[in-house]
């Protein structure tokens, strides 16, 4: 099993950058596909960014294409998310997951682990 926690979410400016971590407890990171999901207020839950578990392959949802970017550092155990130019209609709750099996995961079925999730808020 593993734990997640989020940080790095608040209030920016659209075109602004911001960088999301997701810090993960036990010795076992490695062993985990990880990926960011986002949920806006009334809608469902969207695919944002994965990543492999040792980070060689990546996944972008075509609406963050270029935009944003997925990374991990397993001797951390922490993965990011680095999110540029920023749009209003981005405002959302962030969440980090973990799936158990090796790949890149690209609906939210597929993690089996949550993060609490981090405020993320761009104004115009």
């Known amino acids: 099993q593993v734990q997640l926690v989020e940080s790095g979410g608040g209030l920016v400016q659209a075109g602004d950058s911001l960088r999301l971590s997701c810090a993960a407890s036990g010795r076992t990171f490695g062993s985990y596909a990880m990926g960011w999901l986002r949920q806006a207020l009334g809608k469902e839950r969207e695919f944002v960014a994965g990543i492999s578990r040792t980070g060689g392959s990546t996944a972008v949802a075509d609406s963050v294409k270029v935009r944003f970017t997925i990374s991990r550092d397993n001797a951390k155990n922490t993965v990011f998310l680095q999110m540029d130019s920023l749009k209003p209609e981005e405002r959302a709750v962030y969440y980090c997951?973990?799936?158990?099996?090796?790949?890149?995961?690209?609906?939210?079925?597929?993690?089996?682990?949550w993060g609490q999730g981090t405020q993320v808020n761009v104004s115009s």
């Open positions: 997951a973990a799936a158990s099996d090796g790949g890149v995961y690209t609906t939210k079925r597929e993690y089996d682990y």
